[in-house]
């Protein structure tokens, strides 16, 4: 039970962090934001920070 109150938490914190990393970067201009949907909030619940990383290093890859 802990382990999913654990992934279900860092979901939750990861869905909040790539709403705003979205919205400063839309203030700074840069069209790289992260879709909100149930892959990058299962990808930022099971892997976290890290998984937050890959999904913005993906967006980073896509516009290269």
């Given at each position: 039970?802990?382990?999913?109150?654990?992934?279900?938490?860092?979901?939750?914190?990861?869905t909040i962090a790539m709403?705003?990393?979205?919205?400063?970067?839309?203030?700074?201009?840069?069209?790289?934001g992260v879709g909100v949907?149930?892959?990058?909030?299962?990808?930022?619940?099971?892997?976290?920070?890290?998984?937050?990383l890959a999904l913005y290093?993906?967006?980073?890859?896509?516009?290269?």
């Amino acid at each position: 039970m802990e382990k999913i109150l654990n992934i279900l938490m860092r979901g939750i914190l990861g869905t909040i962090a790539m709403y705003f990393i979205n919205s400063m970067l839309e203030s700074a201009g840069i069209s790289l934001g992260v879709g909100v949907n149930i892959y990058t909030v299962l990808t930022s619940g099971i892997l976290g920070f890290p998984g937050i990383l890959a999904l913005y290093a993906i967006g980073i890859y896509k516009v290269l």
